[in-house]
């Protein structure tokens, strides 16, 4: 990514925001039981995974996962960092059609996303 | 160059531009012109998964038959607003040198942030600049025929610091 933005400091600007915490009371009663095939196919998590490039400006990123996903500004920015740093992270897992959600979302604000079985 | 926020906060003035810069903003389309560049086309309309598989033909023929021309259409507004807002620059200075000013709306400070992210994707893609971390070399840029692109390149990404720190509308807080 990009290193001109490190003229700017927007932590004070852009306040984090958190993720709703999912309810521990939530109880599943009787699940029907699926033949193994079909669970094996629905059940695969799938990675979004965001990729570094020269282009994208690093505080832009932080903002789109946290605008994207609704991350924290702490979490997107160590995402962020990944990204940076190792070359690509995976910023989000779980069902395939919210993942392709979130990928044309990613897309849409340009950055090099895909999604992948995890 | 300065940017500025109007009293109210509804507008911003990107003031002291001078005829090159002006120029490159209004070169912006045709930077983000993908066209004859296969590269750049990927990089824009990146493919929605890794190492698919024959299980995943349908998601990314669905992928280009809905998503893609959507996001074409989304780059595409950014780039008619950028525009349409350069092209209603006003001169504020004859002598000695020209100035002008351009003012856009604080809801389009993302589409603008857009278009120039386009245009720069698309020129790394074509002209294959050399990153931040490289040691830059003017006779190279020369050389190769980069340098023009590089400094549009720099240019926009000036522009997209300055709105950074304006302020994205109140959505991305």
């Known amino acids: ?28 009663l009787d699940a029907p039981i699926a033949d193994t095939e079909t669970v094996t196919e629905q059940d695969t998590p799938w990675n979004v995974i965001v990729f570094n490039d020269p282009v994208n400006l690093m505080p832009y990123v932080t903002m789109v996962l946290q605008k994207v996903f609704g991350y924290s500004e702490a979490k997107a920015t160590q995402m962020m960092l990944d990204v940076h740093q190792k070359g690509k992270c995976v910023v989000w897992s779980g069902e395939r059609e919210k993942a392709e959600f979130y990928v044309q979302q990613l897309q849409g604000y340009q950055l090099q996303a895909t999604m992948k079985k995890a | 160059m300065h940017i500025t926020k109007s009293e109210d906060g509804t507008q911003l003035m990107i003031g002291g531009l001078g005829e090159t810069e002006l120029e490159m903003l209004r070169g912006v389309r045709d930077a983000a012109d993908p066209t004859a560049c296969p590269e750049a086309e990927r990089r824009l309309f990146p493919a929605p998964i890794a190492d698919a598989d ?91 025929g980069q340098w023009r692109a590089y400094f549009q390149s720099r240019f926009y990404a000036e522009v997209q610091c300055w709105l950074l720190e304006a302020g994205m509308p109140d959505g991305w807080r």
């Open chain 2, 54 to 144: 024959e299980h995943d033909f349908d998601t990314i023929a669905d992928w280009k038959e809905f998503v893609v021309p959507d996001l074409r259409t989304r780059f595409d507004d950014a780039l008619d607003q950028l525009e349409s807002d350069v092209a209603d620059a006003r001169q504020v200075r004859k002598l000695p040198m020209k100035r002008f000013v351009v003012k856009l709306r604080v809801e389009h400070v993302e589409l603008w942030y857009s278009a120039l992210n386009q245009a720069r994707l698309v020129l790394q893609e074509k002209y294959k600049l050399p990153s931040e971390n490289t040691s830059l070399s003017l006779e190279d840029l020369f050389a190769k």
């Open chain 1, 1 to 28: 990514m990009n290193q001109v933005e490190r003229r700017i400091d927007i932590r004070d600007r852009w306040p984090g925001q958190f993720l709703a915490a999912a309810n521990p009371e939530t109880e599943v």
